[in-house]
């Protein structure tokens, strides 16, 4: 059974930094891209970063681009988000997941991720 358990958030100051961690568990986590999705209440599942099962390609959200860094240690089996130069728009939970594979490259879709974790609140103030 695949599980995903998301840590790391919690309330930061504008312009603080949070990283988030995800650790798999139940499948080949090197085989599969890993996204962080994040989500406010009465809106819809929002794409944040991906990475590709290497690691040796990213993509980020044209909001997050030059804050936010996704890597992961497939050792560790484990998807980081750190997240620098907090705004106050970032506020959300934060969801990772496993895409399906034979969809890579189509990361922002939420529909091609298969496993979702739990979630994370991040809440950052003015």
């Known amino acids: 059974q695949v599980q995903l358990v998301e840590s790391g958030g919690g309330l930061v100051q504008a312009g603080g930094s949070l990283r988030l961690s995800c650790a798999a568990s139940?499948?080949?986590?090197?085989?599969?891209?890993m996204g962080w999705f994040r989500q406010v209440p009465g809106k819809e599942r929002e794409f944040v970063a991906a990475?590709?099962?290497?690691?040796?390609?990213?993509y980020y959200a044209d909001s997050v681009k030059g804050r936010f860094t996704i890597s992961r240690d497939n050792a560790k089996n484990t998807v980081y988000l750190q997240m620098n130069s907090l705004k106050p728009e970032d506020t959300a939970v934060y969801y990772c997941?496993?895409?399906?594979?034979?969809?890579?490259?189509?990361?922002?879709?939420?529909?091609?991720?298969?496993?979702w974790g739990q979630g994370t609140q991040v809440t950052v103030s003015s």
């Open positions: 997941g496993t895409q399906r594979r034979g969809y890579s490259g189509n990361y922002p879709l939420p529909s091609t991720y298969d496993y």
């Open positions: 139940g499948r080949t986590f090197s085989n599969y891209a």
């Open positions: 990475i590709s099962w290497s690691g040796g390609r990213t």
